[in-house]
């Protein structure tokens, strides 16, 4: 029996604002390529989008996780990809602070990509909610592929 096994490659993109009184605004706007092999079934964390940082007092974090659905998987398309995770949006005295402005979940299907066919994209916001620093946003764009795999990984 064949393995299922597909490849998810995509950028995720950070866009946001730390929003300063006495100088210059400071922005970010930093794109991470990522791909990751995926077997079926198999809940696989992407780490390489994990933390993004700017202007000494932002922060983005995201928790990202895969899994690929098998061929014949009941109600499934088959070699689906879902994605899903949370994004969290931090604002303080340095780029490592525990102050949690906003949080998101997200959840993105990922289907079979062809030749031709477009990415698969979506968008998490997240914004500082607090009177001070309330011009403060950060953006996390998704643009995601579901690939065929020509050969199994080495292991």
Request: glycine content about 8%; hydrophobic content about 35%.
């Amino acid at each position: 029996m064949a393995l299922d096994i597909r490849e998810l490659t995509g950028i995720v993109r950070v866009d946001g604002k730390d929003a300063e009184v006495v100088t210059s605004d400071e922005f970010i706007h930093e794109p991470r390529p990522f791909s990751r092999v995926l077997l079926a079934d198999q809940d696989t964390l992407i780490p390489e989008v994990h933390r993004f940082t700017w202007g000494g007092e932002c922060r983005v974090e995201i928790d990202m996780h895969a899994k690929l659905h098998p061929k014949g998987a009941p109600g499934m398309d088959g070699n689906r990809i879902d994605v899903w995770g949370q994004a969290r949006f931090y604002e303080g005295e340095s780029e490592d602070t525990n102050e949690q402005e906003d949080a998101e979940d997200f959840f993105i299907t990922v289907p079979r990509s062809f030749a031709g066919s477009p990415d698969i994209v979506s968008a998490v916001d997240l914004f500082n909610h607090e009177t001070v620093g309330q011009d403060d946003w950060a953006r996390v764009n998704f643009s995601l592929r579901n690939r065929q795999v020509e050969e199994p990984p080495p292991g």
